[in-house]
């Protein structure tokens, strides 16, 4: 009698999420589209983008390779004014309440201890959008210690760059919390039910 090795077949790795961290567009996404969320991090859909979006990818590329030159005059203009940082395009990670966390802060200023974020297009940006702009809280909860931010946006229509200052507290890292564990939550589901197909 004659035994022959056994067959193994190749089974889908089952990851408990796509990624192993939640980043905040990541959390924006799950919890407003659900279904474009599998499309992009699950079934590795290209995202689709528009003129605005690869303008501002444009302006934060030029911004952290640190050139001070650039052919497109709007994006020349932004080299020009938007304010320096010590530091570019930093990498932030924490686990928070079990939840690995990661973002990448567009700039920061570590002798007065404040954070910058860079936003371009046409919609308006005020004070009490900037106050209620999730992605800094979400930076906030990684970096508690970063109390002070700064967000700058670029007029894409007018070329104006205006600044807004702004804090988050504790009491704010902690409202916004149940909604980074809703979204992770909703991810590991959304990936076990994919994977489960």
């Given amino acids: 009698m004659v035994f022959s090795e056994p067959t193994i077949m190749p089974q889908k790795i089952k ?19 659900p279904d474009r969320y599998v499309r992009v991090y699950l079934e590795k859909q290209e995202q ?15 911004l952290e390779a640190g050139e001070t030159e ?11 004014y938007l304010p320096k940082y010590e530091k570019r395009e930093v990498k932030i990670r924490a686990k928070v ?18 954070g910058g974020e860079v936003k371009t297009g046409r919609s308006e940006w005020n004070q009490r959008r900037v106050d209620r702009h ?6 906030s909860l990684i ?14 229509a007018t070329g104006e760059i205006k600044t807004f200052e702004t804090r988050r507290t504790n009491l704010d890292r902690l409202r916004f919390f149940g909604e980074v564990k809703e979204a992770w939550e909703t991810i590991k589901k959304l990936t076990a039910e994919y994977y489960s197909l």
Avoid: C
Wanted: net charge negative; no cysteine; hydrophobic share 35%.
């Fill in 15 to 33: 990851p408990k999420t796509p990624r192993p961290y939640l980043s905040h567009s990541q959390m924006q996404m799950v919890l407003t589209d």
């Fill in 48 to 62: 689709e983008t528009n003129e605005a979006m690869e303008f501002g990818s444009a302006v934060h590329k030029a």
């Fill in 70 to 80: 650039h052919e497109n005059a709007m994006i020349a203009h932004a080299l020009l």
């Fill in 97 to 114: 309440g079990g939840i690995p966390l990661y973002g990448i802060m567009d700039g920061y200023d570590p002798k007065q201890n404040v």
């Fill in 134 to 139: 999730g992605q800094l809280t979400f930076y």
């Fill in 143 to 156: 970096k508690p210690k970063i109390e002070d931010w700064r967000l700058h946006w670029l007029n894409t």
